[in-house]
């Protein structure tokens, strides 16, 4: 398949599938808005759940490319936390098929796109983990566990996309983040108050 036709057919499977979702698209949409027909489609792909697949895959690698990116523009690891927790959500918002994943439920979707979600995740940990691992070398952060606090970080992010993504402007969001990174840094507690366990 020429590689412009895969283009066109991707383009348009990622904008159907995310307004209406794997049941409701057809394949004969997708090939009447791409302009190709129906048997290059299941030539290609062999059906609308690997289409479909195909879109996830794609829209994980082109959040994991960019965020990786943000993070290598970055050289302190606090600035590179920043950077990453910044640019997830930035790009998050942009890849609708993955944030309908979360919104329809995974119990409701293919097991292969619960797979895709969650090497997103595993993805994102290891950047967090790389990034807290760094700063502790640098004796920057102070952490007994990096690989369980990058866990924590990642799982606390994740529960904040769906509301924050679909119901919040992006001037909210940042400020949110702003709010989180300044707790995840200093903590709760004042110095002066400050209790230890």
């Not at 990786?68 to 609708?96: C, H, N, Q, T």
């Amino acid at each position: 398949m020429k590689q412009e036709k895969l283009e066109a057919i991707m383009g348009t499977a990622k904008r159907m599938f995310a307004r209406y979702g794997l049941r409701k698209t057809s394949m004969d949409e997708i090939a009447r808005m791409a302009r190709v027909a129906k048997a290059t489609i299941y030539n290609y792909f062999g059906s609308k759940d690997r289409v479909y697949l195909e879109v996830l895959r794609r829209e994980k690698d082109e959040i994991v490319k960019n965020i990786s990116s943000s993070v290598a523009e970055k050289v302190l690891p606090g600035d590179k936390l920043a950077a990453f927790v910044k640019a997830k959500f930035f790009y998050m918002r942009k890849a609708i098929n993955i944030l309908n994943l979360d919104r329809e439920g995974m119990e409701n979707l293919l097991p292969s796109a619960e797979t895709i979600r969650n090497e997103l995740f595993q993805q994102e940990v290891e950047t967090i983990h790389s990034i807290l691992q760094d700063g502790v070398k640098k004796g920057v952060f102070h952490l007994s566990y990096p690989l369980l606090t990058a866990r924590a970080i990642g799982h606390a992010l994740r529960g904040f996309e769906l509301n924050w993504l679909v119901q919040e402007s992006e001037e909210k969001i940042e400020h949110y983040l702003d709010e989180l990174m300044a707790i995840l840094f200093y903590g709760l507690m004042s110095h002066k108050g400050a209790v230890r366990p």
